[in-house]
T-cell receptor, first 110, second 114 residues
Framework: SQTIHQWPATLVQPVGSPLSLECTVE??????LYWYRQAAGRGLQLLFY??????ISSEVPQNLSASRPQDRQFILSSKKLLLSDSGFYLC?????????FGSGTRLTVV | GDSVTQMEGPVTLSEEAFLTINCTYT??????LFWYVQYPGEGLQLLLK?????DKGSNKGFEATYRKETTSFHLEKGSVQVSDSAVYFC?????????????FGQGTILTVHP
């Protein structure tokens, strides 16, 4: 089966601190991978997607960056967090049946 | 570009009531359509899908029919349960090559009371 692991599940970080969220995928090779953010009470915002190692496309200009150092690893980073970076971050893998999502990371910037 | 519009929420129903969540879309070509469900504190799960006109997707008592003539994919359930309380997202994947990207609606919060 195809599984997506995200960690940590919950994170509280001070403003100005760095961020690294990791997503790893099992059971498939060369997946299309996506990072979404869901602000409280709102819909899904696509942040980044990747079709292969080292290939990152950014959907919106922002304080975040993404990297794909390995085929099944997708990392979301920030050098200095802002209050507005708070939200629920979801990693997803694309496939024939749409997406498979990870369980998400709840980030609170204080 | 592609877009998905869902009915405004939140939707509040009593147990065993009939549910409809409207979803309409704009897309070129022949998109695939999806409904996802998000339970509190969790990621999204695929609920059902349809890949061509007149297809009916169904799962867990939920149904949605791909209506190309009205560009709609409304979600229905005949008798909701408290456990159906969640956020529901309609989504489409364009018929062109877009690396499998899905376009999501804004989500509809459903609350079912006993």
């Amino acid at each position: 089966s195809q599984t997506i692991h995200q960690w940590p599940a919950t994170l509280v970080q001070p403003v100005g601190s760095p961020l690294s969220l990791e997503c790893t995928v099992e059971g498939t090779s060369n997946p299309n991978l996506y990072w979404y953010r869901q602000a409280a009470g709102r819909g899904l915002q696509l942040l980044f997607y990747s079709v292969g190692i080292g290939q990152i496309s950014s959907e919106v200009p922002q304080n975040l960056s993404a990297s794909r150092p390995q085929d099944r690893q997708f990392i979301l980073s920030s050098k200095k967090l802002l209050l507005s970076d708070s939200g629920f971050y979801l990693c997803a893998r694309g496939g024939r049946d749409g997406y498979t999502f990870g369980s998400g990371t709840r980030l609170t910037v204080v | 570009g592609d877009s998905v519009t869902q009915m405004e929420g939140p939707v509040t129903l009593s147990e065993e009531a009939f549910l409809t969540i409207n979803c309409t879309y704009t897309a070129t070509g022949y998109p695939s359509l999806f409904w996802y469900v998000q339970y509190p504190g969790e990621g999204l799960q695929l609920l059902l899908k349809a890949t061509k006109a007149d297809d009916k997707g169904s799962n867990k008592g939920f149904e949605a029919t791909y209506r190309k003539e009205t560009t709609s994919f409304h979600l229905e359930k005949g008798s909701v349960q408290v456990s159906d309380s969640a956020v529901y997202f309609c989504a489409l994947r364009g018929g062109g090559t877009s690396y499998g990207k899905l376009t999501f609606g804004q989500g509809t919060i459903l609350t079912v009371h006993p």
